[in-house]
C-alpha cells in the first residue's frame, strides 16, 4: 500500500511538472507552431476545392474555425492568462456558430429558421460560460 502511494505521488508530481512545462513556450516554438498551423489551414482549404455549392461552403468554415481556435489556443500557451484562456473559448463558440450557421444554409423555410436559432443559442451559451470560468478564475 505505501508502494502504491508513493507512486501515485510521483505520478502526479509528473503530471504538474509536464503541464507547467507545456505552459512556458519559447519564441521559436510559438513561431514553429503558428507556420504549422497556417500550413494546415492552407492544406485543409485545398481540399474543399473540390466540393461544390453548400459543402464547399461548410469545409471552408470548418478550416477557417479549426485555424482560429488553432491559433487563440496557441496564444494561450505561449503567453498564459486568464483572458487569453477566455479568448481561446470565445474563439472555439464563434468557429461552432459559423459552421452550424453554414449547415442551416442546406435546410429552408421554418427548418432553417429554428436551425440558425439554435446556433445562435449555443453559442451565446458558450459565450456565457466562458465568461463565467473567467470570472471564477479571477476568484480563486
Do not use: H, W
Not at 466540393?51 to 469545409?59: E, G, T
Amino acid at each position: 500500500m505505501n508502494k502504491f502511494n508513493i507512486s501515485m505521488i510521483t505520478i502526479g508530481l509528473a503530471i504538474s511538472f509536464s503541464a507547467v512545462a507545456e505552459e512556458s513556450m519559447t519564441k521559436e516554438a510559438y513561431k514553429s507552431e503558428k507556420g504549422r498551423i497556417e500550413l494546415e489551414y492552407k492544406s485543409d482549404k485545398d481540399k474543399c476545392q473540390s466540393l461544390a455549392d453548400n459543402a464547399k461552403d461548410i469545409c471552408k468554415a470548418e478550416a477557417k474555425g479549426k485555424e482560429e481556435v488553432a491559433e487563440a489556443e496557441l496564444s494561450a500557451k505561449y503567453k498564459p492568462s486568464k483572458k487569453s484562456s477566455y479568448k481561446a473559448r470565445i474563439a472555439k463558440a464563434k468557429a461552432d456558430y459559423k459552421i452550424a450557421k453554414e449547415k442551416c444554409d442546406d435546410l429552408s423555410g421554418k427548418p432553417k429558421d429554428v436551425c440558425q436559432k439554435e446556433a445562435k443559442a449555443a453559442m451565446t451559451a458558450a459565450k456565457a460560460d466562458a465568461k463565467a470560468q473567467m470570472e471564477t478564475a479571477k476568484e480563486n
